[in-house]
């Protein structure tokens, strides 16, 4: 499977994890309003946890992290382009910070480590802009413009 197909099968996956997740919380809202509304309300739990783990990461999450350290080549190729899509889904941050730390373990190839190297240098480009943007609200010394 090629890198561009499966960039565009992480993002097809979170927004179908983003969909079901999305259904979980439409029928919470309406489910003691009767038994069927209840039952709609169970069945998108349902489908939503029985979906999420082969829809976060491709080939499935659990074991993702054994194949990845094992060497597995789709597996570490999913894994690099999970990083570089960062995909925004239930519990995707976390997977991120751990496919991360896996990935530096991981025997990658050179383009591979070099794609994982500009996600880590953009990841601390973000965290130093972030940093200095909390810095300058809490700096008292620093006035509001007028408006």
Same mark, same amino acid.
């Given at each position: ?64 992290? #054994?194949?990845?350290? &094992? /060497? ?11 990083? %570089? $899509? +960062? ?29 994982? #190297?500009?996600?880590? &240098? /953009? ?11 909390? %810095? $300058? +609200? ?10």
């Amino acid at each position: 499977m090629d890198s561009d197909r499966i960039r565009q099968t992480i993002r097809d996956n979170a927004a179908e994890i983003v969909r079901l997740h999305t259904r979980i919380h439409e029928t919470y809202a309406l489910r003691r309003l009767s038994p069927e509304k209840w039952s709609e309300w169970e069945y998108a739990c349902a489908e939503f946890h029985g979906r999420i783990d082969s829809l976060g990461f491709p080939g499935g999450f659990e074991g993702a992290f #054994e194949r990845i350290l &094992a /060497g597995d080549p789709t597996a570490m190729e999913a894994a690099v382009c999970f990083l %570089e $899509v +960062r995909p925004y889904f239930f519990r995707s941050g976390y997977m991120f910070k751990d496919i991360l730390r896996k990935c530096k373990r991981a025997p990658l190839s050179r383009e591979q480590s070099a794609r994982r #190297e500009a996600v880590m &240098a /953009g990841l601390a480009e973000w965290r130093r802009r972030k940093n200095s943007k909390a %810095e $300058v +609200r809490t700096d008292p010394g620093i006035s509001r413009p007028q408006v």
